[in-house]
């Protein structure tokens, strides 16, 4: 009787938890928004133990299914299971990055073994894979529709691509590399968002600050108050911070301090040294490739892509590479000409001096502009865009639960004015520690279908802009201004898709920047400037000859941008072309891939390896390509617009939005691409807009 009284304890303790964790409850919010102010960490183990099982328990049901394979009793219902998986994966995922704890990252590192484990089983599940085989292969699969096709497609290539295939042996040495990969890249992030929050550069002498911005001076001001170092002035690696530093500080010491700081994260062999876990990710991918039959993991991660193939990849940045390289010298020759010759140019004199140069050429500076971009009038401006292109609007919600004090929340409606198309977060402000790096666009849900009804995604903006001081609102430079536009681009992919099933929805990496991409050419159009930058104190529209000075200076640095962002994307691919990498010493492969290359010393890449998160974390791995790759979709898409004479045309948009914006993955991305252009893209354009022609 008393173990029975004990029993029923426990189930009582454990129902009551149940009943108090809200990812176990029905969300009576505003569009079903989480509950972000009741979360709190404790909430997600169980969550997400209670999510594997669940998924567990609805692949065995499939697998007993005596019924026949069918894409409704198969395909279609192992698209629908892990519901609850699906319900706290995005809000954690989002939590940890724009605002993360010591508890979450503990967390994380518990979390994501249990995920990928998970994972793994049901990808090597072979009597699970022969249903979906029987479905791919029998001869239903001709009268399903072109969303079913695709769904049996990507369902039969994943199970493919997992591993299901191998024998029992191999798969559990794919488990176990698959395993250690998570846990290796998961630590990866976490050393770069400690390392980049715990360097603070302090400065108690006013003539150190010479040549800073007001703003800039009095941000950091701000940040030695809240660190408990009042009167003094604390820098940090965050961009808000480090780049205007780098690009206004007279002190030419304090800009080699920052800089190598900033380029020696998780390089100093500390327990926050990132180089002993990149000599064993490199490894372990180039293993796991193996094991499914790849040469090289580039093989393997490019397969599912538009490029294909490594060759393919390297044919285009080395296309771009040779115009932008002699560009970027000439570049570094005019800057040594205006710092004289008594001293060698370096890197941490690069943004300094070509500064000064675009201020002798152009008369122009961030800091004439900023007070033009006031970030509530910049967001003003993308809606404008957005209205004109595809007659969207935007209505601000002030009652639906927010994930931080910062984000503003947004009900984007259709152009019919009663159809609602989702919800947008938008959190533009750096916290450094608590967000990681960049920028980027995610989703606290994504678009799917309940029977007929579409269920509304949850898009979320972050960013790492500077915050607002005091009374004074905060100011965007104009490449915080791009930023937002790009990630607004993202925003409305996510916004506009309209896919029935969860497997059709999301499209290969290096597709993925053109919607965001071709956003940032409206940015500083004459007639898009006219409607937003206006002056934050006075409202005075920005005067025509500052949008000259603008437009005339687009391509100011492009050699410099488009050399460093060509180096990490070699680096990115070198690591990933190796067949057999073993025991890689990162920083010498570092320097030979750039050197053989023809690297200026002056330019490092734009991302070091002990900080490269696009390659290293699993996002861009193989894939930081992409961005230029969807550049010559994004140059050749815009171009359409220009030539018309409108860049508002509406036809155009209209065939943006419906072959590229809304079909996910269900069309293969060069047809789409060619579909709303009716032509395949060259790379001229790029070329062109870069000035390398």
């Avoid at 488990?175 to 050393?191: M, P």
């Avoid at 040549?211 to 940040?223: C, F, H, M, S």
């Amino acid at each position: 009787m008393k173990k029975l009284i004990i029993m029923m304890s426990l189930a009582s303790t454990f129902m009551t938890g149940f009943a108090q964790n809200p990812f176990f409850q029905e969300w009576n919010t505003p569009y079903g928004a989480p509950p972000f102010e009741t979360l709190n960490a404790s909430h997600y183990k169980e969550v997400f133990i209670r999510g594997i099982q669940e998924q567990e328990s609805e692949i065995l049901a499939i697998v007993a299914n005596p019924q026949p394979a069918t894409f409704a009793n198969t395909v279609a219902t192992l698209d629908n299971s892990g519901t609850l998986l699906r319900k706290v994966s995005p809000v954690f995922g989002g939590i940890c990055s724009a605002q993360s704890t010591p508890e979450l990252l503990a967390l994380q590192m518990e979390i994501t073994p249990l995920l990928t484990k998970h994972n793994d089983n049901m990808m090597t599940n072979t009597d699970l894979f022969n249903r979906i085989k029987t479905v791919y292969e029998g001869p239903e699969y001709e009268s399903l529709t072109q969303e079913e096709q695709r769904l049996t497609f990507e369902t039969y290539r994943d199970f493919m691509r997992g591993g299901v295939m191998l024998e029992e042996t191999m798969k559990e040495k794919l488990k176990q590399v698959n395993g250690e990969i998570s846990r290796l890249q998961t630590q990866f992030g976490q050393n770069l968002l400690t390392e980049t929050g715990a360097y603070k550069l302090v400065i108690d002498k006013n003539e150190d600050l010479s040549g800073l911005p007001v703003d800039l001076v009095a941000a950091a001001a701000n940040r030695a108050t809240k660190t408990g170092l009042s009167g003094k002035w604390v820098f940090g690696l965050d961009n808000p911070s480090i780049m205007p530093f780098l690009t206004y500080a007279d002190n030419r010491e304090l800009r080699r301090q920052m800089l190598t700081a900033y380029l020696d994260r998780c390089n100093n062999n500390n327990d926050k040294d990132n180089k002993e876990i990149i000599q064993k990710l490199v490894t372990l991918r180039a293993n796991k490739a193996m094991l499914l039959g790849y040469n090289t993991f580039a093989d393997y991660a490019l397969e599912t892509r538009m490029a294909k193939n490594p060759k393919t990849v390297f044919d285009l940045l080395s296309q771009i590479w040779e115009p932008a390289l002699q560009v970027a010298k000439q570049e570094r020759d005019e800057m040594q000409a205006l710092a004289g010759t008594d001293f060698e140019l370096q890197s941490w004199d690069w943004r300094y001096y070509s500064e000064k140069i675009r201020r002798q050429k152009y008369d122009l500076n961030d800091e004439m502009i900023r007070p033009y971009f006031k970030s509530e009038n910049v967001c003003n401006g993308i809606f404008y865009v957005c209205n004109q292109l595809y007659g969207i609007t935007f209505r601000k919600l002030n009652d639906i639960p927010k994930p931080h004090p910062d984000a503003e929340a947004y009900l984007c409606i259709d152009a019919d004015g009663k159809t609602e198309l989702g919800v947008l977060y938008i959190d533009l402000f750096a916290r450094p520690g608590q967000k990681r790096g960049g920028a980027w666009c995610g989703s606290y849900r994504t678009e799917y279908y309940e029977g007929n009804r579409r269920v509304l995604p949850l898009v979320t903006i972050v960013c790492n802009f500077t915050p607002p001081l005091h009374e004074d609102p905060a100011l965007l430079t104009a490449d915080e201004t791009e930023t937002f536009f790009h990630e607004f681009g993202h925003a409305l992919h996510n916004l506009f898709k309209n896919v029935v099933y969860h497997g059709t929805a999301s499209v290969p990496r290096d597709f993925v920047e053109l919607p965001s991409q071709i956003m940032e050419h409206w940015a500083f159009q004459p007639q898009v400037l006219e409607q937003y930058a206006k002056h934050y104190k006075t409202g005075e529209v920005i005067p025509g000859e500052l949008i000259d000075k603008i437009n005339a200076s687009s391509r100011f640095g492009q050699g410099f941008t488009t050399t460093e962002y060509l180096a990490a994307s070699y680096l990115d691919m070198d690591y990933h072309v190796n067949p057999a990498p073993q025991n890689i010493d990162v920083i010498p492969f570092e320097a030979t891939t750039l050197a053989q290359r023809g690297l200026i010393p002056q330019i490092p890449p734009r991302y070091r390896s002990t900080y490269f998160q696009h390659s290293m974390t699993g996002g861009y791995t193989a894939g930081y390509y992409s961005y230029i790759w969807s550049e010559v979709l994004d140059a050749d898409g815009f171009k359409a617009f220009a030539e018309t004479g409108d860049i508002f045309n509406k036809e155009l948009a209209r065939r943006f939005r419906k072959f590229v914006l809304e079909p996910g993955c269900i069309n293969d991305p060069q047809d789409m691409y060619f579909n709303f252009r009716q032509k395949q893209p060259v790379i001229d354009a790029l070329l062109e807009n870069r000035g390398l022609k």
